[in-house]
């Protein structure tokens, strides 16, 4: 038996968390759980450095110093003595943050649990016994301030070099969890191997921290444009990968559809949309385009591209938040409007759709949509303003230390290990 959640994740970096007394999310989280009406339970992640310096690579373990390890390739690295003070000191820091996070928040009726990390699992690492025993602590500490809640870390899909690494370093007895980024499979074949192979390496639980694909492709001239129908073949994407989710619900406990809203910031100029020429042939418009991942697209006013502290931004579904509505209950059928094509612009002269063409008005459940949950403003506003509640004033959503919401189904298993 499965339960359904919207997940939203706050992450923290250090240098947020250097502000951490100014910055009280704790109204936010209220407003989630909702005294327990239809709450919304969240995840908060530390993104953690990795304060390890290393001498290597070299073909040959080192005989002298301190301690070495193989990589996968079989060279050799080593802890460099030189600097293990410093970075001792840095990963004491980090940990007595994790910590203060778990002792602040803990107990909130709203919060699932902690994530140590997230995509640290580079070559070098992932063969660092180390760092593990590191992870392993800190989620030590988590469960003595916080002992009812998950802890977990969020890791590349490398096809299982990191998870294969991290348990014949350490059992990692007081992590609960493993998320696992998964950009692989196709629109027929699901996650392909994911699950099985998984499910043979280690007993503990498994979430998809992020699956999903981008809503565009090119067009005759070579154009960024959406995919037909309103992206449809994304919607398809995403739902045969959620299918296959739940079809090995006993391997894995549930998944972020990623990304709620497009990421305008990801590569690296927040002020239009740009678009990733790298192809990737798994995916259903053949291309990488990381800023247009989003399960809405934002609809930006683009003469205050640069107001972000005061300006709002709506957003316009795309067919797989419909899809997604269906699937999680709030549509007995898609509507019909699923498919229409929008318009928007890029806020570098170009649009995606018919310039100034109008947007169909979302319609609204009677249960409410189950995507369009405002982060502020009307409980059922079709145009979900990109604000957080507590006012932090993040205009992207998916930003350093804004708000990661996604869709996730979650086993009973996994929710009594938290509740």
Same mark, same amino acid.
């Not at 099985?196 to 998809?208: D, E, H, P, V």
């Not at 205050?304 to 997604?324: C, E, H, Q």
């Given at each position: 038996m499965t339960k359904f959640f919207f997940f939203c994740t706050i992450f923290y970096y250090r240098r947020y968390l250097l502000n951490i007394h100014f910055r009280d999310h704790k109204s936010f989280f209220d407003k989630l759980y909702n005294n327990g009406v239809d709450p919304i339970y969240i995840l908060i992640t530390y993104a953690i450095s990795t304060p390890f310096a290393y001498l290597g690579p070299s073909d040959a373990q080192p005989t002298t110093g301190g301690y070495s390890f193989q990589t996968a390739d079989g060279k050799?690295?080593?802890?460099?003595?030189?600097?293990?003070?410093?970075?001792?000191?840095?990963?004491?820091?980090?940990?007595?943050?994790?910590?203060?996070?778990?002792?602040?928040?803990?107990?909130?009726? *709203?919060?699932? @649990? #902690?994530?140590?990390?997230?995509?640290?699992?580079?070559?070098? !690492?992932?063969a660092n016994c180390e760092f593990w025993k590191w992870i392993d602590s800190m989620a030590t500490r988590v469960k003595q301030a916080a002992p009812t809640k998950l802890?977990?870390?969020?890791?590349?899909?490398?096809?299982f070099l990191t998870v294969n690494s991290a348990m014949q370093c350490s059992p990692l007895t007081h992590m609960d969890v493993w998320g696992i980024n998964a950009y692989?499979?196709? *629109?027929?074949? @699901? #996650?392909?191997?994911?699950?099985?192979?998984?499910?043979?390496? !280690?007993?503990?639980?498994?979430?998809?921290?992020?699956?999903?694909c981008p809503s565009s492709t090119r067009d005759e001239a070579n154009n960024f444009v959406m995919m037909p129908e309103n992206s449809k073949l994304q919607a398809d994407?995403?739902?045969?990968?959620w299918e296959d989710i739940v079809a090995h619900n006993t391997i894995c406990s549930g998944g972020y559809a990623f990304s709620w809203v497009d990421e305008w910031w990801k590569l690296g100029d927040t002020t239009f949309q740009n678009q990733d020429d790298a192809r990737n042939y798994a995916f259903?418009?053949?291309y990488a385009d990381e800023e247009s991942y989003g399960i809405v697209a934002v609809n930006v006013d683009c003469d205050?591209?640069?107001?972000?502290?005061?300006?709002?931004?709506?957003?316009?579904?795309?067919?797989?938040?419909?899809?997604?509505g269906k699937l999680f209950g709030a549509w007995t059928d898609v509507p019909s409007q699923a498919y229409l094509p929008i318009s928007y612009p890029r806020c570098n002269g170009k649009w995606v759709g018919t310039p100034g063409a109008p947007n169909a008005v979302t319609?609204?459940?009677?249960?409410?949509?189950?995507?369009?949950?405002?982060?502020?403003?009307?409980?059922?506003?079709?145009?979900?303003?990109?604000?957080?509640?507590?006012?932090?004033?993040?205009?992207?959503v998916n930003s350093a230390s804004g708000i990661v919401c996604s869709f996730a189904v979650i086993a009973?298993?996994?929710?009594?290990?938290?509740?």
């Open positions: 050799w690295y080593q802890i460099d003595d030189s600097k293990e003070a410093a970075n001792a000191q840095e990963r004491q820091i980090q940990s007595n943050i994790v910590t203060e996070i778990a002792q602040r928040y803990g107990s909130h009726p *709203a919060v699932m @649990g #902690f994530v140590i990390g997230n995509e640290q699992n580079n070559a070098v !690492t992932r802890t977990a870390t969020t890791i590349v899909d490398d096809d692989r499979g196709t *629109a027929t074949q @699901g #996650f392909d191997e994911l699950f099985n192979k998984f499910s043979t390496l !280690t007993q503990q639980a498994l979430l998809i921290t992020e699956f999903g994407y995403l739902q045969v990968h259903p418009g053949t205050k591209i640069n107001d972000w502290a005061t300006r709002t931004d709506a957003v316009l579904p795309r067919a797989v938040y419909f899809v997604l319609p609204v459940h009677p249960q409410g949509p189950v995507a369009s949950i405002p982060l502020s403003g009307p409980s059922q506003t079709p145009s979900v303003i990109a604000t957080p509640i507590d006012g932090t004033g993040n205009q992207n009973i298993s996994l929710i009594a290990l938290a509740f």
